[in-house]
């Protein structure tokens, strides 16, 4: 069972063209008529062993604070209708099982993912909203900031143990909400993503969570020193928390130019495996959210090509292929839902709140 991390959706807005290009009655899907550069479509997904993946619902920082709550719904709308649209070939998942049982009718799983903390416009009434519309992650921040979580967007080594711009007082309210939203999530059973966010995020979130985290599409940082992957410290940590890390295919996080081969990200997934070990080891892609491709992993059709590559290495065997491949996320996603299951029979209750009242002028109440 092949499951993907990550995969981004059409604007919110779809085009009827795009309608028509992923409507069932297709003979074949458009990527393949060159209609729209696309590198995952259906069929080629189900020829391919793609067997699952979550889509992201993503908005631009910029409309943090503005609309990105309506636009993020928007985004799961879009998700939902792909699939509904296409019922023979796709079917909406949120829990393990509906995995499972997609797998058997050998549809591919659609999964719901918000990547970035700013769409929530600091309410939890809105994750929870996420939550019942079907997202089962999501990703702390993206590449801004939220008053709760730093993400990895200019850090530097003089600034992963610091909180910029914050007094005392301030970071202690900061680590407070922080840990309301990491906890809330694990009340929910909604997985915690730690792609993009800062190092210092990272360590706060395996400290705080009671349930194994992922990185939906990071690599490690030992081999492409980007602040988008992940250091060895926090593999070992992610090891003992029972998470996952997904290694994504955009060049610029394999060997930090725009340039990579299959052998690149070969060479990120064994270190994750030498580091954390090979239960705590994914597939992120990231296709369609990515301007450069690893060469030989142009689009979904590589898959196979390499997990074919990584069974050449006498030290990998179908077993751990196996885990590479999905059931890894599987295993991370059940705890996720038995650590909701626990928190439920406790009557553990939602936190209502997680940032001071907005006094400003673009609120219901301003005076």
């Known amino acids: 069972m092949q499951i993907t991390g990550n995969g981004k959706v059409p604007p919110a807005k779809l085009p009827r063209e795009y309608e028509r290009c992923f409507a069932a009655e297709n003979e074949r899907p458009c990527a393949t008529k060159k209609r729209f550069d696309r590198r995952s479509d259906l069929l080629l997904a189900r020829e391919c062993w793609e067997f699952g993946e979550f889509w992201s619902a993503y908005v631009p920082c910029g409309a943090a604070q503005l609309n990105a709550v309506q636009l993020s719904l928007e985004q799961i709308d879009v998700i939902r209708r792909l699939a509904e649209m296409n019922a023979q070939h796709l079917t909406l998942v949120t829990s393990v099982k509906g995995l499972i049982e997609a797998h058997r009718e050998g549809k591919i799983a659609s999964l719901i993912g918000v990547e970035g903390g700013h769409s929530l416009g600091n309410s939890l009434g809105v ?21 709760w979580a730093v993400c990895s967007v200019g850090e530097t080594n003089n600034t992963q143990d610091s909180t910029p711009g914050l007094s005392e007082f301030g970071k202690i309210l900061f680590l407070i909400i922080f840990q309301a939203v990491v906890r809330e999530l ?25 349930a194994p985290v992922i990185f ?11 602040n988008r992957n992940v250091p060895d410290d926090v593999l070992r940590n992610l090891a003992k928390n029972g998470g996952v890390a997904m290694v994504p295919f955009y060049t610029y996080f394999i060997t930090c130019n725009s340039t990579a081969t299959i052998k690149d990200v070969i060479a990120h997934i064994n270190h994750i495996r030498k580091v954390a070990g090979i239960d ?21 059709s590589r898959y196979p090509q390499l997990l074919a590559t990584l069974l050449e290495d006498p030290t990998w065997t179908e077993d751990d292929i196996k885990k590479l491949a999905g059931l890894n996320l599987l295993r991370v996603f059940a705890k996720v839902e038995q650590v909701r299951d626990e928190w439920h ?9 997680i940032s001071p009242p907005d ?7 301003a005076s």
């Not at 959210?289 to 142009?298: A, K």
Request: with cysteine.
């Open 127 to 147: 994750l929870r909203t996420f939550y019942g519309l079907g997202a089962r992650y999501l990703t702390l921040t993206h590449a801004c900031d939220t008053s």
């Open 345 to 353: 029979r406790a009557a553990v209750l939602p936190v209502e709140k």
């Open 280 to 300: 705590h080891v994914g597939i992120g892609a990231g296709f369609d959210g990515i301007n450069f491709t690893t060469t030989g992993l142009e689009d979904v």
């Open 359 to 365: 006094h400003s002028a673009c609120v219901y109440g």
């Open 216 to 226: 939906s599409h990071s690599a490690a940082r030992a081999l492409c020193n980007s």
């Open 186 to 210: 694990n009340r929910l059973g909604m997985l915690v993503d730690l792609s993009h966010v800062s190092t210092r995020t990272m360590r706060a979130a395996l400290q705080t969570t009671r």
